[in-house]
């Protein structure tokens, strides 16, 4: 049933091609390695990626996103289905270097009644269909989860999923068998605060990420009227 493909070429070259793409990923200044970063969760790390920031040299991301379209060009495709507006960058660029000329949709996320839900917005309803051919794009794959809940969606609706393509996938994540191809496929760990190797060393955290986060919230917009 997965049409995807599992064969990659020789694994020196997929090694290699690998470490080109973080190079790029890291000339965006999207991958920041060797840190000390508070994540959200409250977690710390030593590898973080800002997943705004990855999408800003538009040569590289057509670039990233062509190497995604190659990946998949065998397979006929009928719709990118990006995860989110967050992705669609990502998509456009998957979608107009595959052959198929694909359109470009996307997602978006929610909760209801406490849980974490996707949908699609209603003008974009009707463009998967029992036979459309669908391939998923993502910039981040870290959970996995937002991935695994539009698998279902699209095959509720009686569409196939051709595969899914993204930069950057934890490698502990599994998406129930689909074929996911990477740019690149790296996991780091997660520690938590007391049992932190680096702040036993002492070294100073980074809270940046963290910070920029609560700042937009409107929470933080209660600042003293003026008189
Ligand atoms: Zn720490």
């Given at each position: 049933m997965s049409a995807g493909p599992r064969k990659d070429p020789v694994a020196v070259e997929a090694e290699v091609r690998e470490k080109i793409h973080l190079e790029i990923l890291k000339r965006t200044g999207a991958y920041h390695a060797n840190d000390h970063v508070l994540l959200p969760s409250g977690q710390h790390t030593t590898e973080y990626i800002e997943k705004t920031l990855v999408t800003m040299e538009p040569s590289f991301t057509e670039g990233l996103g062509a190497v995604i379209a190659k990946h998949f060009a065998q397979w006929p495709v009928d719709v990118v289905l990006s995860t989110g507006p967050g992705a669609l960058i990502l998509s456009h660029c998957v979608a107009r270097a595959h052959p198929s000329r694909p359109v470009v949709i996307y997602g978006t996320k929610g909760l209801s009644g406490g849980k974490r839900r996707v949908s699609l917005p209603v003008e974009f309803?009707?463009?998967?269909?029992?036979?459309s051919k669908v391939l998923l794009v993502e910039d981040l794959v870290s959970t996995g989860s937002t991935l695994n809940l539009l698998i279902n969606l699209v095959e509720q609706l009686g569409a196939q999923i051709v595969g899914v393509g993204c930069?950057?996938?934890?490698?502990?994540?599994?998406?129930?068998?689909r074929a996911v191809f990477s740019l690149v496929s790296r996991d780091f760990p997660t520690y938590d605060p007391d049992a932190c190797p680096l702040c036993k060393k002492g070294v100073p955290l980074n809270e940046e990420f963290v910070r920029r986060r609560h700042a937009r919230?409107?929470?933080?917009?209660?600042?003293p009227k003026a008189p």
């Amino acid at each position: 049933m997965s049409a995807g493909p599992r064969k990659d070429p020789v694994a020196v070259e997929a090694e290699v091609r690998e470490k080109i793409h973080l190079e790029i990923l890291k000339r965006t200044g999207a991958y920041h390695a060797n840190d000390h970063v508070l994540l959200p969760s409250g977690q710390h790390t030593t590898e973080y990626i800002e997943k705004t920031l990855v999408t800003m040299e538009p040569s590289f991301t057509e670039g990233l996103g062509a190497v995604i379209a190659k990946h998949f060009a065998q397979w006929p495709v009928d719709v990118v289905l990006s995860t989110g507006p967050g992705a669609l960058i990502l998509s456009h660029c998957v979608a107009r270097a595959h052959p198929s000329r694909p359109v470009v949709i996307y997602g978006t996320k929610g909760l209801s009644g406490g849980k974490r839900r996707v949908s699609l917005p209603v003008e974009f309803q009707r463009l998967i269909r029992p036979s459309s051919k669908v391939l998923l794009v993502e910039d981040l794959v870290s959970t996995g989860s937002t991935l695994n809940l539009l698998i279902n969606l699209v095959e509720q609706l009686g569409a196939q999923i051709v595969g899914v393509g993204c930069l950057w996938r934890r490698t502990s994540v599994e998406l129930s068998g689909r074929a996911v191809f990477s740019l690149v496929s790296r996991d780091f760990p997660t520690y938590d605060p007391d049992a932190c190797p680096l702040c036993k060393k002492g070294v100073p955290l980074n809270e940046e990420f963290v910070r920029r986060r609560h700042a937009r919230k409107p929470s933080s917009v209660q600042e003293p009227k003026a008189p």
